[in-house]
Each structure stands twice: as structure tokens, then as C-alpha cells.
């Protein structure tokens, strides 16, 4: 998926449910948040989820996602 505004234009790859990948089955740390968390406007490798994972050698999964609150996130988080 190509990220397109006035600001930026990277690439973007998210898996069937819509966050960032790779997709994580089973892992050590979660990240579930808002654009920031998703990386809006930011390459994959450029996200914080995926420098942490890089820098600390665990796996994660990063369930960020554009365009939601509170609820939506928690919603997300209890699914």
C-alpha cells in the first residue's frame, strides 16, 4: 500500500487485517495505538515497533492503526 499526502510517499505493507507486517504469531511485545503507533507516513523500518524489535531482538507485533481512539484501539487489543 503506497501512503500518499502533502507531508509524505512511502510504502507501506500491512497484512490481511490491516496492520504492519511481518505478522507476528505468537509475539513477545505488542504495540496498539493510534497513526503514531502504525507509523503513518513512515517506511516500515522507520516505524518505532520495528526499530524496538530490531533493537532489542524480540519479536513484535504492531497493531497500530490510523484513524482510531481509545475505544476502537482497546477494541482491537481484547480481539
Do not use: K, W
Amino acid at each position: 500500500m503506497r501512503n500518499v499526502s502533502a507531508e509524505f510517499d512511502v510504502e507501506v505493507t500491512t497484512g490481511p487485517a490491516g496492520h504492519r507486517v511481518p505478522a507476528i504469531d505468537t509475539p513477545e511485545v505488542v504495540f496498539v495505538g493510534d497513526s503514531f503507533t502504525f507509523g503513518r507516513g513512515l517506511a516500515d523500518q522507520e516505524t518505532f515497533a520495528h526499530r524496538y524489535a530490531v533493537g532489542s531482538g524480540r519479536a513484535c507485533a504492531n497493531l497500530g492503526r490510523s484513524r482510531t481512539g481509545t475505544l476502537r484501539q482497546l477494541d482491537i487489543l481484547e480481539h
